[in-house]
């Protein structure tokens, strides 16, 4: 890219869409002067469009789902309709196969041939996408360079049915919105709140209906898991325990979270169960990862609407034994200074969303 025409460009807007199980988000950012601006961005809710309360799961028509992004867009007073689109991790299948050396050009049929292997439905059905893990020994010698190729190579597989994206290009239709590609929602996270390194990182994404975790290695994805139990859980779980209405427990939750000091024992006591069943199982993962790879994880990284929860990263500091923080997506891009502290706040719930619009401000370059 020459500079001079670079001075002459327009600057593009784009946005990044999450459509979460509790609620939609988008962020618009343009580039300017080789950085990331961000111009607005909004969150609502998706509750109440199936008639049900703030922060819990639903099953939306499509034509409901059409309507609250149109309303985001609305009230978030965007300018572009060309977008990214995350996906569900629900909506994928991700596996890791070996597959013997092979020529680059046979590398797609022999990934398909070993990710039948996995995939319960005709290949047919599915939009199959891979990537070779890169080899970590860059500096061996040639000697051992030639075994590790005669061992073959290990490639992420990602399948995603034919069906799903059908649904999402109709709602995007609807909405006006262009898209230019749809990407599973961990990799959109990772763009927005790994730094470049070697580091290996665990992701946790706390959202209302699931809690997501995945481990990264040198930028790239190692290994995910998917636990039933999100934030809404806490919530129904105070709602039966307290005997209080679930708006009344989310509205809890919200305001005390494990805060809430001695009056709220109760209140305290219910939150941290449900936490630490989920960090058990976090550290579960993290463990056996550490093990089978001999790699010691380094940070645990919070993101999704779940973690905002007062008193979160505390405890999960006392959870696991290494360092945690909660995402700073926005620190991705260029913000209002006199914002900072609500862009701090917010940014565990916008890391899929910054992700996604990430992506497309690389692709117009
Ligand atoms: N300040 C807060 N304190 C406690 N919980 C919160 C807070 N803000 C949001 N939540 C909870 O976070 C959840 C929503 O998180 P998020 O927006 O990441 O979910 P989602 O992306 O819609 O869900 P999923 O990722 O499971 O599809 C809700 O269950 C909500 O109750
Ligand atoms: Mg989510």
Same mark, same amino acid.
């Given at each position: ?11 593009t ?24 601006v961000l ?12 008639? #049900? ?5 639903? @099953? ?5 789902? /059409? +309507? %609250?992004? *149109?309303? !985001? ?13 995350a996906?569900?991790l ?8 070996? #597959? ?5 050009? @046979? ?5 398909? /041939? +070993? %990710?039948? *292997?996995? !995939?319960?439905?005709?290949?047919s ?27 073959? @190579? ?5 399948? /995603? ?27 959109s ?30 930028g790239?994805?190692r ?7 999100g934030?809404q ?36 006591e219910?939150?941290t ?10 550290n ?8 089978k ?19 979160f ?32 706040q ?20």
């Amino acid at each position: 890219m020459s500079f001079l025409s670079n001075i002459f460009k327009k600057e593009t807007s784009v946005l990044g869409v999450d459509i979460g199980s509790s609620a939609v988000k988008v962020v618009q950012v343009k580039k300017k002067r080789g950085k990331a601006v961000l111009e607005t961005y909004g969150e609502l809710a998706l509750g109440p469009y199936a008639g #049900i309360e703030v922060g819990r799961a639903v @099953q939306l028509p499509a034509e409901k789902i /059409i +309507e %609250a992004i *149109k309303d !985001i867009l609305r009230e978030a007073k965007t300018t572009t309709l060309n977008c990214g689109t995350a996906l569900p991790l629900s909506a994928s299948l991700i596996t890791f196969v070996n #597959i013997p050396p092979v020529p680059d050009k @046979q590398m797609a049929d022999v990934v398909a /041939i +070993e %990710a039948r *292997k996995y !995939i319960p439905v005709p290949l047919s059905e599915v939009l199959l996408d891979f990537s070779v893990i890169p080899k970590e020994e860059q500096y061996v010698s040639d000697d051992e360079t030639t075994k590790t190729e005669k061992q073959g @190579q290990e490639v992420l597989v990602v399948a /995603i049915h034919n069906d799903y994206i059908r649904d999402y290009q109709s709602i995007m239709a609807g909405c006006g919105l262009n898209p230019s590609f749809y990407e599973i929602e961990i990799f959109s996270s990772i763009r927005a709140v790994v730094d470049q390194g070697i580091a290996t990182n665990m992701i946790i994404d706390m959202g209302a209906r699931s809690t997501k975790l995945y481990i990264i290695e040198r930028g790239v994805l190692r290994s995910s898991h998917i636990i039933n139990k999100g934030s809404q859980d806490i919530t129904l779980a105070l709602s039966k325990a307290l005997s209080i209405t679930v708006s009344e427990a989310e509205n809890m939750k919200r305001t005390f979270g494990l805060k809430g000091g001695p009056e709220y024992k109760e209140l305290t006591e219910i939150i941290t169960v449900n936490l630490d069943y989920m960090f058990y199982e976090a550290n579960a993962a993290l463990l056996s990862y550490q093990k089978k790879y001999s790699k010691n994880v380094s940070k645990v990284i919070l993101t999704g609407g779940g973690v905002l929860l007062k008193g979160f990263t505390d405890l999960a500091k006392i959870s696991f034994q290494t360092e945690v923080t909660n995402a700073d997506p926005f620190g991705k891009l260029e913000t209002p200074a006199f914002l900072a502290e609500e862009f701090a706040q917010a940014g565990p719930e916008f890391a899929v969303a910054i992700g996604a619009a990430l992506r497309k401000l690389a692709e117009l370059e």
